[in-house]
C-alpha cells in the first residue's frame, strides 16, 4: 500500500447543516392527510405481512388501502391549492412585463377556481348515482366519492380565496417571485 506524500493535507470529515424545519404553514385540516397517510400504511404493511410471512392475506386490506390513497391524494390536494404549491408553468412568466402577469394571473386564478366547481358538480353527481356497496365492507362506495366532493369544493374555496388576495394585494409567486423568495424556497 502507498503512503500519502508528506505534503498532503488531511481534511476533516464532511459536515453537513441542518435545515431548520419550519411548519408555520400547518394548518389543523393538514393533519386529517396525515392521519389517513399513516393508516393508509399501516394497513398496507398489514397486507403484506399477512400475504407474505403468513401466507394468508387479509381480504379486505387491498380495497381499503385502495380507497385511502384516493382520499391522501385528494385532501392532499386541497393543502396544495392553500399552500399555491400546485404544478405552474413559470416559463412565460420571465419574458412578461409585469402587467400581462397579472393579467395571467388573474386569468389562471378564475380558470382554476372554475375548474374546482365544475369537478365538484360532476363528483357530486356521480357520488348521488352510485348505488353500490364496497365489496369487502359494508359500507356504500359513494362514500368514498361525497370525500372527493368535500375536497373540490375545499380546492375551490382556497382557490378563490387566493383569486381574492391575488387581486387585493397585486401580487403573487408568479408575478413577484423576490418578493415570495422565501414561500418559493419553502416549497423546494
Known sequence: ????????QVTAPLELEDDEIDLSDQQWDDGIVL?????????????????Y??????????????FLLIGVTF????????????????????WV??????????????????FFIVLAILSAQIAGRTRQLMVSI???KASIYWVVVAAFVCMALYS??????HLRDGTSKLIDPEKHADDIRAMD
Open 138 to 140: 359494508e359500507l356504500p
Open 1 to 8: 500500500m502507498k503512503k500519502p506524500a508528506k505534503d498532503t
Open 75 to 94: 385532501i392532499g390536494s386541497v393543502m396544495a391549492t392553500r399552500k399555491q404549491s400546485h404544478i405552474a408553468v413559470e416559463f412565460v412568466y420571465r
Open 53 to 66: 410471512v403468513l401466507n394468508d392475506s387479509v381480504a379486505w386490506t387491498e380495497e381499503i388501502a385502495r
Open 35 to 51: 392521519i389517513l397517510f399513516w393508516v393508509l400504511a399501516g394497513i398496507v404493511f398489514l397486507q403484506f405481512f399477512t400475504r
Open 97 to 114: 412585463p409585469r402587467t400581462g402577469r397579472r393579467i395571467a394571473q388573474f386569468v389562471i386564478d378564475v380558470i382554476t377556481t372554475a
Open 160 to 165: 378563490a380565496w387566493n383569486t381574492w388576495v
